[in-house]
């Protein structure tokens, strides 16, 4: 069964088909990740001002930036883990900037839909605990996206 996996484009400037390809590279990555059958995420799609909205307020950064990702199953300081209730875990939001995936296809000279898969796996690594605030992390985090969007087939040409 998979990931369940909500996806909204509050912007209505991606396409169907788009859409549809990031909910496979996603269920593509839940695979070989090994994240368990009907866990839950959600993407959202949004312009450059909601983002920077969402920023400002969660991050204290008044700035436009690519992808934001909210982790609800991560536990931070003193917080207890819930155990037993035997429920998928819902992973948590992704969310994506359109005009920063339009604007950095270009920049990077790859597809709309290259910019728009490689955010949605970054995200997606970052519900599943993984980040980029050391180097080793980096390197890590950075090689997992590039293997999974390779093997999906979402290269950078």
Do not use: C, W
Request: proline share 2%; glycine share 8%.
């Amino acid at each position: 069964m998979g990931l369940l996996i909500d996806i909204v484009d509050e912007t209505n400037s991606v396409s169907a088909d788009a859409l549809q390809e990031v909910e496979k590279l996603l269920q593509f990555a839940a695979e070989k990740e090994g994240v368990q059958d009907q866990a839950e995420v959600s993407v959202t799609i949004v312009t450059n001002e909601e983002i920077r909205e969402i920023n400002r307020d969660y991050r204290g950064k008044d700035t436009p930036t690519d992808v934001i990702s909210f982790a609800l199953e991560e536990e931070g300081e003193d917080e207890v883990e819930i155990v037993g209730a035997d429920m998928p875990p819902v992973l948590g939001d992704i969310i994506i900037s359109a005009d920063r995936t339009k604007e950095q296809a270009e920049e990077y000279g790859h597809s709309f839909m290259r910019e728009l898969g490689f955010l949605a796996v970054h995200g997606f690594l970052h519900l599943l605990g993984y980040d980029h605030m050391t180097k080793e992390e980096e390197e890590e985090m950075f090689s997992k996206q590039k293997d999974l969007l390779d093997e999906y087939g979402l290269t950078r040409s």
